[in-house]
């Protein structure tokens, strides 16, 4: 355990480096932000009660997604873990007395947990000044909100894990990493809040891991969740990814050819 603490402290303290990327960053989640409250505004304008939540939980979401995006994104990778695959760099990790599952999943969480410590505080700080409807409230949920970001946070690493884990097996990773951009920010709600879609459609995305990840938390603390049984299933899914993900690994790693080894 040790080890992979060293490791994630190490990738954190490398990713706080990038400092004019954050700023870049913070700039378009401003951006973002206030273009999507302006516009959810201008909707709840015409007929507040044909939606399943009410403008300030719409609002308390967007702000959170977009100060907690580097946490609950699935398009955002990490890189060097594609390009150390690709370009027979993964020798030198295998050669480690560690599990390269966990030395991934370390270096994930630091690379996520990095960038979004440089981003987040901005946008929250500045939304829980805003007047209604268009600021941050606070929430009397936070010890729930901050489990299930937790949950969450470890849920989407699981998955990505998978993604990661599939390069040994593809030629290149642009055809699946394109797939997980388009379909996989939808499912989790990164682009309307989930209680906007039909329930048919709701009720199956909320079954999958990808309901289980930013959907919950950011309902969680704008009230539209409030049990506490939802962490349940995001438990069940997340040990679900880890153990499937570390078959995954296993089986490629008994496959695996170093080009020019």
Request: charged share 10%; aromatic share 16%; hydrophobic share 55%.
């Amino acid at each position: 355990m040790k080890a992979y603490l060293s490791i994630f402290r190490v990738h954190f303290i490398s990713v706080l480096q990038y400092r004019s990327a954050a700023f870049a960053g913070i700039l378009t989640q401003f951006a973002w932000g206030f273009m999507l409250v302006l516009m959810f505004n201008a909707f709840y304008q015409s007929n507040p009660s044909a939606f399943p939540m009410g403008l300030s939980q719409v609002t308390d979401y967007i702000w959170l997604q977009q100060a907690f995006l580097n946490l609950f994104a699935v398009w955002i990778f990490d890189n060097s873990i594609f390009t150390s695959v690709t370009d027979g760099q993964i020798a030198y990790e295998l050669v480690r007395p560690l599990s390269l599952y966990k030395h991934w999943f370390a270096k994930t969480l630091a690379f996520r947990s990095a960038r979004t410590l440089l981003r987040c505080f901005p946008p929250l700080i500045v939304a829980l000044f805003l007047p209604e409807p268009y600021g941050l409230s606070i929430s009397q949920h936070l010890s729930l909100f901050l489990l299930t970001m937790l949950l969450s946070t470890c849920l989407v690493i699981a998955f990505l894990m998978l993604i990661y884990i599939s390069t040994f097996y593809l030629l290149s990773s642009t055809g699946i990493r394109t797939l997980v951009m388009t379909i996989g920010d939808f499912l989790t709600g990164g682009i309307i809040p989930l209680p906007f879609l039909p329930d048919s459609i709701q009720h199956v995305i909320e079954l999958t891991p990808f309901g289980l990840m930013q959907n919950v938390p950011l309902r969680v603390y704008s009230g539209d969740i409030t049990e506490w049984t939802i962490i349940f299933p995001q438990l069940f899914w997340l040990i679900t990814l880890i153990v499937f993900g570390q078959l995954f690994m296993k089986n490629a790693l008994t496959r695996v050819v170093i080009q020019g080894g």
